[in-house]
């Protein structure tokens, strides 16, 4: 139980274009959904939290414009790089908690996102 | 504002062998603490965690981790490693208890076992 998936596990695309970056818990409602960043040999790095319904909060340093969540369900939030550019490539990961699991978040296995 | 360092990127143990990888922490909270494990492809995964009580806990397959508040550290043990458990491992810690809360991540260490 508790899987997330991600779609698409990668993407390539051209400088200046949009990405949307799915990420879906299958078996269990999301009540929270976070999303990191990782560059190669790094740490994840937390981008922003999201509550179903609610507008995402975004770290100190995250761009808002840049990167639009959407937490439209239970089940689903979304992360679209707007714009992108080949700064922007890195491993995007989202993970999701639920109310009844305060303690746990359960991982996607991350999308790679290459910016050409 | 929190932060993890995991003083090594790499660690490399014969198989059967023990293994310890290291974590500290700093923060000016009290915090939460976890190891997560990513295998190949795959998404991380909870090892285990500290929330309170006992500082040793452990996973069920084999590997312990100690929290010891004077020393900020929650070095992850394992008295013998198996080829399988070839990773990479991420400690962690959250303010919030990590499901409602983000977690700061170390960058890493990279279990290599060797037959």
């Known amino acids: 139980g508790a899987v997330v998936s991600q779609h698409p596990s990668w993407v390539i695309c051209k400088s200046g274009t949009s990405v949307k970056i799915e990420c879906r818990s299958l078996?269990?409602?999301?009540?929270?959904m976070f999303w990191y960043r990782q560059f190669p040999k790094q740490s994840l790095m937390l981008m922003a939290t999201s509550n179903e319904g609610s507008k995402a909060t975004y770290e100190q340093g995250v761009e808002k414009d840049k990167f639009l969540i959407n937490h439209a369900s239970l089940t689903l939030s979304t992360l679209t790089v707007t714009s992108a550019h080949p700064e922007d490539s890195s491993f995007y990961i989202c993970?999701?908690?639920?109310?009844?699991?305060?303690?746990?978040?359960?991982f996607g296995p991350g999308t790679r996102l290459t910016v050409t | 504002a929190q932060s993890v360092t995991q003083l090594d990127s790499q660690v490399p143990v014969f198989e059967e062998a023990p293994v310890e990888l290291r974590c500290n922490y700093s923060s000016s909270v009290s915090v939460y603490l976890f190891w997560y494990v990513q295998y190949p492809n795959q998404g991380l995964q909870l090892l285990l965690k500290y929330l309170s009580g006992s500082t040793l806990v452990k996973s069920i397959n084999g590997f312990e981790a100690e929290f010891n508040k004077s020393q900020t550290s929650f070095h992850l043990r394992k008295p013998s490693v198996h080829i399988s458990d070839t990773a990479e491992y991420f400690c962690?810690?959250?303010?919030?208890?990590?499901?409602?809360?983000?977690?700061?991540f170390g960058k890493g260490t990279h279990l290599i076992i060797q037959p």
């Open positions: 962690a810690v959250s303010v919030g208890g990590g499901g409602a809360d983000g977690l700061t």
């Open positions: 993970s999701a908690g639920t109310s009844g699991r305060q303690y746990e978040q359960y």
């Open positions: 078996d269990f409602q999301a009540t929270t």
